[in-house]
């Protein structure tokens, strides 16, 4: 795979740690786990947790025992997943051992069926998952039968395989990706906020605010678009973990699913031919006030400028099927690797006004946007997508499953099938948005292809697309009337 972006411009564009992981082996390696069963565990469950260990210390991960993974009052040291085989009672639930609450993830293992079934609709499979998620204080969980295993996770994915213990591929390219990325919402000085600071009386706003909202509607009838699990829905042991889940969701009304986005118009210089890889020390001076990031595409490596970048978006929490245009959209900025929120002006003293867990994700796609804009304007100075984007922006879509017979508009590049499967808000989930642009974005000009956008799909875990088209434009794509479906054709390309 083709380094487009070291990992130090990785850091220094979008603030992802240039420790971060982004293959199973990487991920592997900085993999701390500790066993910490319940007091009694069935003989199936005994035997799987043992071959699970095992199998992990296969794939390079550090295992300890309970014994060694404690320090100061038996508290998990920071960093270290926690496997937990078997019900535990409250007082010895692993959740009261953690060093905080995004420091430690927690993986339940059960002996028994999941609780899902073939006839509940994607909504009610995630509210399930959830429902237990909160039941039991874990992010994760494994339940084991005689013939399989199967692994549920936050954002409604569901993976079960057909061993009665887990063998090395299955365990290194899907489960330790999932512990190894974990679900964190934007945490307190991540980004500035600026309460009131989006004015939606706008004619301007208004116009935007009528697309998310007629885009909403159109969605409504498609039952893989999962929309919310409320916090207050679910069933707790008592108060006190009801208030930890609270605490861990930054105090949001529950879980929602997907979100749409527009990013505003931006102008993009052209990127310059640098003509030789950049060392990580060496920084490229900075042009009208834009950080630049060398790039490798096309055979050469580029210099490009990055603007300042603007998008409106869903809030954390909102219906999104069902949007107030006046207070349930945000505005995201974002320039020299700092982001900012603004909330709506006049927004009602009882609404929570949060930014999406998909935050950093989104931004990656509006940067990513920009950059190609700009590496296009270098080596294909006749394509539309520049002066589209400066022109009217970019339109993005993200949903927890994928297009209904792989339909792929015109122009549109499909990449991101052979990635990790990790979840929404993780910095790996931002970085293979940025990267797989640039590689769909490869693919195009090779292929002879007018750029238009891409679809990242994220196993095991949905689809973004992201492009010119607006976002009603979209939905009435992934959402066709019975009788125009035939007519659609899949003019993408896919990268595998």
């Not at 207050?232 to 699913?257: H, N, P, Q, T, W």
Request: proline share 8%.
């Amino acid at each position: 795979m083709t380094e487009r972006i070291g990992s130090f411009w990785l850091n220094r564009l979008l603030g992802i740690p240039s420790t971060t992981p982004l293959t199973p082996q990487a991920m592997s390696a900085s993999l701390q786990i500790a066993i910490d069963p319940a007091p009694e565990l069935s003989p199936r469950l005994a035997r799987f947790t043992a071959a699970l260990g095992e199998t992990f210390r296969r794939c390079g991960v550090s295992v300890v025992e309970h014994r060694d993974a404690g320090q100061s009052g038996c508290r998990y040291r920071a960093g270290t997943a926690v496997l937990a085989p078997g019900v535990f009672p409250d007082e010895l639930l692993p959740i009261n051992r953690v060093s905080t609450l995004y420091n430690n993830l927690i993986v339940g293992i059960y002996d028994g069926p999941p609780p899902v079934s073939a006839d509940q609709t994607p909504q009610e499979t995630l509210d399930a998952v959830i429902g237990r998620l909160a039941w039991e204080m874990v992010h994760l969980l494994i339940y084991v039968s005689d013939d399989s295993w199967t692994v549920c996770s936050m954002n409604g994915g569901i993976a079960t395989f057909g061993t009665p213990l887990p063998e090395l591929r299955d365990v290194l390219e899907s489960l330790i990706p999932k512990i190894t990325a974990q679900v964190v919402p934007p945490r307190e000085g991540d980004l500035d906020i600026l309460p009131g600071a989006l004015d939606s009386s706008t004619a301007e706003f208004r116009k935007i605010a009528e697309d998310f909202v007629t885009c909403g509607r159109l969605w409504t009838s498609n039952h893989h678009f999962m929309n919310h699990t409320a916090r207050e829905s679910l069933d707790y042991r008592s108060g006190f973990y009801r208030k930890i889940v609270a605490r861990y969701l930054d105090e949001r009304s529950g879980m929602s699913y997907g979100f749409f986005a527009r990013q505003l118009p931006v102008a993009t210089l052209p990127a310059a031919d640098n003509g030789c890889w950049m060392a990580d020390h060496e920084t490229p001076a900075s042009s009208d006030g834009q950080t630049i990031i060398p790039v490798r595409l096309a055979g050469r490596v580029l210099l490009v400028p990055i603007p300042p970048v603007r998008i409106i978006t869903t809030r954390s929490g909102c219906r999104k099927t069902d949007l107030d245009g006046r207070y349930d959209l945000v505005e995201i900025g974002f320039e020299n690797g700092r982001a900012r929120l603004a909330t709506p002006k006049g927004l009602p003293p009882d609404m929570v006004s949060k930014p999406s867990f998909d935050t950093l994700t989104i931004i990656a796609h509006a940067v990513g946007n920009a950059m190609i804009a700009s590496i296009l304007l270098r080596l294909r100075p006749d394509s539309l997508f520049p002066r589209l984007l400066e022109r009217t922006g970019c339109a993005m879509t993200h949903w927890h499953h994928y297009p209904d017979g792989e339909m792929v508009p015109e122009g549109y590049v499909v990449h991101g099938r052979g990635n990790p499967p990790v979840s929404c808000s993780t910095p790996q989930s931002a970085a293979y948005s940025l990267l797989g642009k640039l590689d769909a974005l490869e693919i195009a000009i090779e292929s002879g292809i007018d750029y238009h956008g891409d679809l990242h799909i994220e196993p095991g875990h949905g689809t973004n697309i992201v492009g010119t088209m607006s976002l009603t434009e979209m939905a009435a794509f992934l959402n066709p009337e019975p009788s125009a479906v035939r007519n659609k054709g899949n003019h993408g390309r896919h990268l595998h």
